[in-house]
């Protein structure tokens, strides 16, 4: 069990250092989106695809402080946990009409 806050800002920060790393690729946040939050655990598998991209792209995107060790420390938990079910219970505040979609993924993949 863990809780993260995220606010609407580091929501839009994040955005936008993705957008300017792939000028091409992204639109920005506030003019593209649709209304939909989608919020999925990592799993094993998505935590060996972040480090890959954390491996490929580290010297020049502006990664978190400690991403790497945040990943290596949700790896180690949940290389303990048998091959269960990991899932998200989202609360949003805030005064826009906003679509939550949460996807439960197996732990072990």
């Known amino acids: 069990m863990g809780k993260i806050?995220?606010?609407?800002?580091?929501?839009v920060s994040e955005a936008q250092k993705v957008r300017e790393f792939f000028l091409l690729?992204?639109?920005r946040i506030e003019a593209a989106w649709g209304g939909?939050?989608?919020v999925t655990p990592l799993n094993r598998e998505?935590?060996?695809?972040?480090?890959?991209?954390?491996?490929?792209?580290?010297?020049?995107y502006p990664?978190?402080?400690r991403y790497?060790?945040?990943?290596?420390?949700?790896?180690?938990?949940l290389s303990q946990?048998?091959?269960?079910?990991?899932?998200a219970i989202v609360q949003c505040e805030t005064s826009q009409t906003i679509?939550?979609?949460?996807?439960a993924i197996s732990a072990s993949q």
């Not at 790497?68 to 938990?77: Q, Y």
């Not at 946990?81 to 899932?87: F, N």
């Not at 679509?99 to 996807?103: H, R, S």
């Open 5 to 11: 806050r995220v606010t609407r800002e580091e929501i």
């Open 25 to 27: 690729d992204y639109a």
């Open 36 to 38: 939909t939050l989608v």
């Open 46 to 60: 998505a935590i060996n695809r972040a480090r890959s991209a954390y491996q490929l792209f580290g010297a020049r």
């Open 63 to 65: 990664f978190i402080e």
């Open 68 to 77: 790497k060790e945040f990943l290596d420390a949700a790896d180690a938990a």
């Open 81 to 87: 946990l048998p091959s269960v079910e990991l899932t």
């Open 99 to 103: 679509d939550i979609e949460t996807i």
